[in-house]
């Protein structure tokens, strides 16, 4: 069974409620047909009712089952307009702009989860980044302990002896631009997390850099020397090591003559890059090289499950992202 095929079969064992606030975008139409099919999740549609089953007609797609919620004739709307102000007043929110923002559907898909209403929401099909993570973090905010938010992605590599069996995480290939010492400690220690959550095996975190144990000298290396370093003495239970090269993380036979000794190297499945460059250069050149299914952004460290897209998404990988969600959504 598929890493994806796992998922959406967790996904049953619970079902629960997923936002889709992007449904002018047909291709999240296409997807809430998909989740609706196979039943793994419940699927809200924020927008104007009319519109969006307009809008499905042209590709006749079956979404009767989705719940259709247009903010501005929402029974919900004022209690989400006092809730998001009483939020958000000591930063400055009016009545007025509360009243704005929550007929914006992302806003609006983030309040119903506050109020728990919905269980996790799945947006940037059409939204950038920073569209949908910051209403996430004004009114969600952070997971308790969590330092940072950072993004990840789940690569499913096809006939692949290394990792899972093909099955990686990668991270951070999405936000943190270029993280210090002590936050790359934290994408890896929330990354362990991560992968454990959602493949169900135990992590084996690689610290990556062009260096292994000292091979060459920089202040790039040194920074990851240190993350590692700092995984290790907050969360002595995760199998970590670093600095790897890439190829004595995953091959056993490389990993005998460049990391000697490892509980890491040669196996590791949870690879965090020092910087985004390399981090989402490296899920995309697998993506298109190797034929890897790439799930994500995926987001780590929100209190609650939100996810964000690729705006280069399929409607497959939209329903995909949402069975992730719902399964992340079951833990939280």
């Keep these: ?46 927008g104007d009712k009319e519109e969006i089953l307009e809008l499905a007609k042209t590709k006749s797609l079956k979404i009767e089952e989705a719940q259709i919620i247009n903010p501005k004739n929402s029974s919900e709307y004022e209690e989400y307009v006092e809730k998001l102000y ?17 007929l914006d ?23 950038s980044t920073a569209d949908t993570l910051r209403p996430a973090l004004q009114i969600l905010k952070t997971a308790p302990g969590t330092k940072l938010v950072s993004c990840f992605f789940v690569m499913c590599v096809p006939n692949c002896e290394y990792g899972e069996n093909g099955t990686f995480v990668f991270a951070d290939s999405g ?3 270029n993280p210090t010492a002590e936050e790359l400690s934290e994408i890896a220690i929330s990354s362990s997390k991560s992968f454990e959550q959602l ?8 610290m990556l850099s062009y260096s292994t144990y000292g091979s060459a000298k920089s202040e790039m290396v040194d920074k990851v020397v240190e993350a590692t370093k700092l995984v290790k003495e907050k969360a002595p239970e995760i199998a970590v090591d670093g600095e790897l090269q890439l190829d004595a993380a995953i091959v056993p036979e490389i990993a005998v003559s460049k990391a000697p000794g490892s509980n890491v190297a040669g196996k590791a ?63 939280m």
């Design 86 to 102: 009483e939020l958000r007043k000591e930063k400055g929110m009016t009545i007025e702009k509360a009243r704005e923002l929550c």
């Design 175 to 177: 936000l943190n631009a």
């Design 105 to 127: 559907p992302v806003y609006f898909g983030m309040m119903m989860i506050k109020c728990e209403k919905a269980d996790g929401l799945v947006s940037g099909a059409a939204h």
């Design 269 to 331: 499945n949870t690879l965090i890059f020092p910087d985004l460059n390399t981090g989402n250069i490296s899920y995309k050149l697998v993506q298109r090289l190797a034929k890897a299914e790439a799930y994500g952004p995926l987001c780590q460290g929100i209190a609650r499950p939100v996810n964000d897209l690729s705006r280069g998404c399929s409607a497959k990988d939209i329903a995909g992202v949402v069975a992730i969600t719902a399964v992340q959504a079951q833990t």
């Design 199 to 206: 493949v169900g095996k135990k992590s084996q975190v690689a």
């Design 1 to 46: 069974m598929s890493f994806i095929e796992q998922i959406k079969k967790q996904a049953k064992a619970d079902i629960k409620t997923i936002v889709l606030p992007e449904a002018n975008d047909i291709r999240t139409l296409e997807a809430a047909e998909l989740v609706l099919e196979e039943k793994y999740a419940k699927v809200v549609l924020i």
